[in-house]
């Protein structure tokens, strides 16, 4: 099921923003919720890294053709879980689609305090259902001799997820902070800026962090007055 297309009314955002800040728990802890995936993304990859065995080039290659698969499937999880009802991952769209595409938008996609990582960041538990979710291949990997590949595989896989997280909650921090007013920080934000215009959330721009599968699957939005053209099912985008 795809979700809503069309902008909230000013007021009706400024409603949304607040009843979403009013139900954050007090006991909430912005800086552990960015902390907390981030170490132990760190820690997994310093383990992964420990472990290896003297590697050859070959095995080297892990890295980039798992940043590959990634990219690939970082694309269709955003399309597919966060922008669609997905039995059993139900949490991932509510909180995406009626909630962070609605109160960011792309002419104001800054959050307006540290509390508001929480509209932004996954739950802290993602990295540890990343880990879960990846850990069938580097165990076939690891049964099949390919321990290096297997450790290499698995620190890419943290290192995503964690970058994932450091990039996506840079698009969404003022634009003249330090983080946000970096050359980097500003070209990737400009594509995720895109893909908050709620007329196109549906079908362009699902890359987060680095659009090569939005290239790949020609999905990377651009100004050619595409903009009221049916996203898949769900036709007649009109406000903005
Ligand atoms: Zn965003
Ligand atoms: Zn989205």
């Known amino acids: 099921m795809a979700?809503?297309?069309?902008?909230?009314?000013?007021?009706?955002?400024?409603?949304?923003?607040a009843r979403l800040n009013a139900a954050i728990p007090a006991w909430y802890r912005p800086w552990v919720h960015l902390?907390?995936?981030s170490l132990v993304g760190l820690g997994v990859i310093a383990c992964a890294l420990a472990l290896l065995h003297p590697l050859t080039v070959w095995q080297l290659l892990t890295v980039p053709a798992a940043f590959v698969v990634?990219?690939?499937?970082?694309w269709r999880i955003h399309r597919d879980a966060l922008h669609r009802r997905t039995p059993g991952l139900t949490v991932l769209y509510d909180r995406h689609t009626p909630e962070h595409h609605m109160v960011f938008l792309t002419d104001d996609m800054a959050i307006h305090s540290?509390?508001?990582?929480?509209?932004?960041?996954?739950?802290?538990y993602g990295i540890l259902a990343a880990f879960f979710a990846a850990l069938p291949i580097p165990a076939v990997l690891i049964a099949l001799g390919h321990f290096n590949v297997a450790m290499l595989f698995m620190a890419t896989t943290m290192a995503y997820v964690v970058s994932y997280e450091w990039l996506h909650l840079s698009y969404h921090l003022p634009t003249g902070s330090f983080i946000?007013?970096?050359?980097?920080?500003a070209f990737l934000?400009?594509?995720?800026?895109?893909?908050?215009?709620?007329?196109?959330?549906q079908r362009w721009n699902f890359n987060v962090t680095v659009p090569l599968w939005d290239w790949v699957r020609r999905s990377i939005y651009r100004e050619t007055g595409r903009k009221d053209e049916p996203a898949n099912?769900?036709?007649?985008?009109?406000?903005?």
Request: proline share 8%; hydrophobic share 40%.
């Open 180 to 185: 946000g007013r970096l050359r980097l920080i």
């Open 3 to 17: 979700g809503p297309t069309n902008a909230l009314a000013p007021s009706q955002r400024e409603a949304l923003r």
């Open 114 to 124: 540290s509390r508001e990582f929480r509209l932004v960041l996954i739950p802290f």
């Open 233 to 240: 099912e769900s036709a007649g985008a009109t406000a903005g």
């Open 189 to 201: 934000r400009r594509h995720h800026a895109t893909h908050h215009d709620p007329r196109l959330m």
């Open 35 to 37: 902390a907390f995936p």
């Open 70 to 74: 990634l990219n690939a499937g970082e």
